[in-house]
């Protein structure tokens, strides 16, 4: 059974800068997408983010382009979300996720960590 749990959020004043890690563990992701994603109070989720764990290749909402970048250390099958430059509005619950295929991940059948929040303070 596929287990993810993040970790990293906090508390920042805009302009700053946090990394988010998601452990991974329960089997081997060789042929996955990690997608990271965020939710507002009030708002729909939001997909921020997708890396192809194989090769590398990364994809960005239009919101978050420039300035966050995610990664993988596929030896410790941990994933990262590295976010510079946080505005306010980039405060929510952020969420990554994992499934077999390409990008963009198929929400309905990843699985799912429990979420870390973010805020950011103008």
């Known amino acids: 059974q596929v287990q993810l749990v993040e970790s990293g959020g906090g508390l920042v004043q805009a302009g700053g800068s946090l990394r988010l890690p998601c452990a991974a563990s329960?089997?081997?992701?060789?042929?996955?997408?990690m997608g990271w994603f965020r939710q507002a109070p009030g708002q729909e989720r939001e997909g921020v983010s997708c890396?192809?764990?194989?090769?590398?290749?990364?994809y960005y909402a239009d919101s978050v382009k420039g300035r966050f970048t995610t990664s993988t250390d596929n030896a410790k099958n941990t994933f990262y979300l590295q976010m510079s430059s946080l505005k306010p509005e980039d405060t929510a619950v952020y969420y990554c996720?994992?499934?077999?295929?390409?990008?963009?991940?198929?929400?309905?059948?990843?699985?799912w960590g429990q979420g870390t929040q973010v805020a950011v303070s103008s």
């Open positions: 996720a994992i499934d077999r295929g390409g990008c963009p991940l198929f929400v309905q059948r990843a699985s």
């Open positions: 890396i192809s764990i194989s090769d590398g290749r990364a």
């Open positions: 329960g089997r081997t992701f060789s042929n996955y997408v």
